[in-house]
């Protein structure tokens, strides 16, 4: 997680468009777009050729951050599960297992 330099939070995608002129389809682009939540807000930015490297790596880092941190967290949790006494151990196995259906009254 140190080693990530460059976070951007957001989705980068690309898009065309079509546009009929004089009997013909025109096609215009491709357009790179940052697409990210701001404020309970979408948040839409158009991104120029000069600028999408930087910015691709950035999303690539956040998105590389947010796997590690479920990592980290995944075995956080198991190490800590394996520290618990047994009684405890026993007491919440109890509520992982599936519960039998009940029998539909006849």
Not at 16 to 27: D, E, I
Not at 29 to 39: A, E, F, I, K
Not at 56 to 81: D, I, K, M, N, P
């Amino acid at each position: 997680m140190a080693s990530i330099d460059l976070m951007i939070r957001g989705h980068l995608s690309q898009q065309t468009y079509r546009r009929q002129r004089a009997g013909r389809v025109l096609t215009q682009g491709p357009y790179h777009l940052l697409q990210r939540h701001q404020d309970g807000k979408n948040n839409c930015q158009r991104i120029g050729p000069e600028e999408l490297d930087f910015i691709s790596q950035a999303v690539e880092g956040h998105a590389r951050f947010q796997q590690l941190a479920r990592r980290y967290a995944e075995l956080t949790e198991q190490a800590t599960w394996e520290r618990q006494g047994p009684d405890i151990k026993k007491k919440f196995r109890r509520f992982s297992r599936p519960t039998s259906p009940k029998p539909s009254p006849a």
